[in-house]
């Protein structure tokens, strides 16, 4: 029954390649379904730093979130994004938000984040 498996694809685009903790690294983004309407999107840093490529960290961005793009500079990862903002169906994100993460150990930590209205033009730091 395909309510009870999970189908995790990884996404074409966007991908972005730099160094994390002196690794060369790729930031890419994963697409769950569990069979129901949603589909969480992950962030996944892959390394190789035995010459085959490895999945060392994930974070969850969201359900249906929309990535705009991804970079890697100065040992973070940033992600721009529509999110769903407080009065947003989850079919349709509107809020731009920017995510920083840095690759600590075996995780990826979320050091910064900031949203914006696209209705408004507010902008706020939640961390």
């Known amino acids: 029954d395909s309510a009870s498996m999970i189908e995790i694809r990884l996404l074409p685009a966007p991908i972005a390649y730099g160094t994390l903790d002196d690794q060369d690294s790729a930031a890419v983004l994963l697409a769950e379904s569990g069979g129901g309407s949603g589909t969480f999107i992950v962030l996944a840093v892959v390394q190789a730093p035995e010459g085959t490529p ?40 509107s809020q731009q938000t920017t995510q920083v993460y840095e690759l600590q150990g075996d995780t990826l930590a979320l050091v910064d984040e900031t949203t914006s ?10 961390l």
């Open 54 to 93: 490895v999945n060392v960290a994930n974070a969850p961005l969201g359900d249906r979130v929309q990535v705009q793009s991804l970079a890697i500079a100065d040992n973070q990862i940033t992600v721009e994004m529509l999110a769903q903002g407080p009065d947003d169906p989850m079919c349709c994100p």
């Open 117 to 126: 209205s696209t209705e408004s033009g507010s902008s706020a730091s939640t």
